[in-house]
């Protein structure tokens, strides 16, 4: 009890039947309420902060469908002004293995939440202010590779050629950088809609075809269930999947084999993409989802990049309600793929069961 006293951060453990057992000092002052009068109540039931209160007592109600949840809160703390607090609640099992209770975390992240908006903001001025000369640049070196100035030598027409591209690679990192902030405004996966999976298919690889067969890079596509529906974000599901077909053409030697695949798994579909490139240490399989993390050093790294794809991949998968899991090691290729539930109607359907209405409009 004397280490739970003095710990840094809030402990609210409640027990089996929802109401609280035990709260630490600091959760008191967290929560706005105290030990004395919340014991045996549940913490939908107590008077205090009411984001967080709130906050505490959504997540205890989806432990009975995940093992631990994870969310910032924003509070509004009369001696601190606006406060953001992490908290973490996961299931308690005692010795037998049943549900004894559940634990809930609260820690202080106003610094580090504080530092990052600021980064944010910066990183999308600078940004946008990219945006203006580049906008420039990328339509004069689009007129004259149409010949719109004038005619061009083959030499002089490579040269366009290339400008006009290097504009593109730069603007596609520019827009990554604008995008930046929207993963902690939670912007990801709002617009839903319901679409069918052949649709989805159709063109997702266009963007990676040609530099496949420049470095003779064998691409395959298999698409299982192309009949079935998704209900999500079309344009962010999109940039996910083309994010990790992205990552397997950057990291695949010439001559190598990348297959993409949308396959039947359970109760959903599964996106697949699946290489035989360089591979990633199992020791950088959580960090390689970071912000702006590279493995390789960013002074002498061949391969380009800001280290916002995966990142950004990640944020929109979890904002459908997944999360990508990754099969890798060393100089053995590697293995991403997330999973979704299908879609009928807006009613989620079994896999691979028959469908009596197929191509109907949902």
């Given at each position: 009890?004397?280490?739970?006293?003095?710990?840094?951060?809030?402990i609210v453990?409640?027990?089996?039947?929802?109401?609280?057992?035990l709260?630490n000092?600091?959760?008191?002052?967290l929560l706005?309420?105290?030990?004395?009068?919340?014991?045996?109540?549940?913490v939908?039931?107590?008077?205090g902060?009411?984001?967080?209160?709130q906050?505490?007592?959504?997540?205890?109600?989806?432990?009975?469908?995940?093992?631990?949840?994870?969310?910032?809160?924003e509070?509004?703390?009369?001696?601190?002004?606006?406060?953001?607090?992490k908290?973490?609640?996961?299931?308690?099992?005692?010795w037998?293995?049943?549900?004894?209770?559940?634990?809930?975390?609260l820690?202080?992240?106003?610094?580090e939440?504080?530092?990052?908006?600021?980064?944010n903001?910066?990183?999308?001025?600078?940004a946008?202010?990219?945006?203006?000369?580049?906008?420039?640049?990328?339509?004069?070196?689009?007129?004259?590779?149409?010949?719109?100035?004038?005619?061009l030598?083959?030499r002089?027409?490579?040269v366009?050629?290339?400008?006009?591209?290097?504009?593109?690679?730069?603007?596609?990192?520019?827009?990554?950088?604008?995008?930046?902030?929207?993963?902690?405004?939670?912007?990801?996966?709002?617009?839903?809609?319901?679409?069918?999976?052949?649709?989805?298919?159709?063109?997702?690889?266009?963007?990676?075809?040609?530099?496949?067969?420049?470095?003779?890079?064998?691409l395959?596509?298999?698409?299982?269930?192309?009949?079935?529906w998704?209900?999500?974000?079309?344009?962010?599901?999109?940039?996910?999947?083309q994010?990790?077909?992205?990552?397997?053409?950057?990291?695949?030697r010439?001559?190598?084999?990348?297959?993409?695949?949308?396959?039947?798994?359970?109760?959903?579909?599964r996106?697949?993409?699946?290489?035989?490139g360089?591979g990633?240490?199992?020791?950088?399989?959580r960090?390689?989802?970071?912000?702006?993390f590279?493995?390789?050093?960013?002074?002498?790294?061949?391969?380009?990049?800001a280290?916002?794809?995966?990142?950004?991949?990640?944020?929109?998968?979890?904002?459908?309600?997944?999360?990508?899991?990754?099969?890798?090691?060393?100089g053995?290729?590697?293995d991403f793929?997330?999973a979704l539930?299908?879609?009928?109607?807006?009613?989620?359907v079994?896999?691979?069961?028959?469908?009596?209405?197929?191509?109907?409009?949902?």
């Amino acid at each position: 009890m004397n280490i739970i006293t003095n710990i840094m951060d809030g402990i609210v453990f409640v027990d089996r039947g929802g109401n609280v057992a035990l709260m630490n000092p600091v959760a008191e002052d967290l929560l706005g309420a105290k030990f004395f009068v919340a014991i045996g109540k549940p913490v939908v039931a107590l008077q205090g902060r009411k984001e967080l209160l709130q906050a505490v007592a959504a997540d205890h109600a989806r432990m009975d469908r995940q093992r631990e949840v994870t969310q910032t809160v924003e509070v509004h703390h009369d001696a601190q002004d606006i406060m953001f607090i992490k908290c973490t609640t996961s299931r308690v099992l005692d010795w037998r293995g049943q549900l004894a209770g559940v634990l809930t975390a609260l820690r202080d992240v106003t610094a580090e939440h504080k530092t990052d908006q600021l980064r944010n903001q910066y990183l999308s001025i600078v940004a946008h202010e990219l945006r203006t000369p580049l906008t420039g640049i990328k339509t004069f070196a689009t007129m004259m590779a149409k010949g719109s100035l004038g005619p061009l030598s083959d030499r002089q027409q490579r040269v366009c050629d290339a400008i006009r591209e290097q504009s593109v690679r730069l603007e596609h990192q520019i827009d990554k950088l604008i995008n930046l902030g929207n993963l902690e405004a939670c912007e990801y996966g709002q617009d839903r809609e319901s679409f069918p999976v052949a649709e989805f298919a159709a063109g997702l690889l266009a963007p990676f075809e040609q530099p496949a067969r420049d470095r003779k890079i064998a691409l395959t596509f298999d698409v299982e269930g192309d009949d079935l529906w998704l209900q999500a974000d079309r344009a962010d599901l999109r940039r996910a999947c083309q994010t990790l077909v992205e990552n397997a053409v950057k990291f695949t030697r010439d001559g190598g084999h990348i297959a993409v695949a949308i396959e039947l798994s359970g109760a959903g579909l599964r996106f697949r993409v699946t290489d035989d490139g360089v591979g990633v240490d199992p020791r950088y399989h959580r960090r390689i989802f970071e912000k702006f993390f590279q493995v390789e050093d960013p002074l002498t790294r061949h391969h380009g990049g800001a280290g916002l794809g995966l990142f950004v991949a990640k944020g929109i998968v979890e904002a459908h309600g997944s999360r990508i899991e990754v099969s890798s090691q060393l100089g053995q290729g590697a293995d991403f793929s997330f999973a979704l539930p299908v879609h009928k109607q807006g009613v989620p359907v079994i896999a691979g069961a028959k469908n009596p209405s197929q191509g109907a409009q949902p």
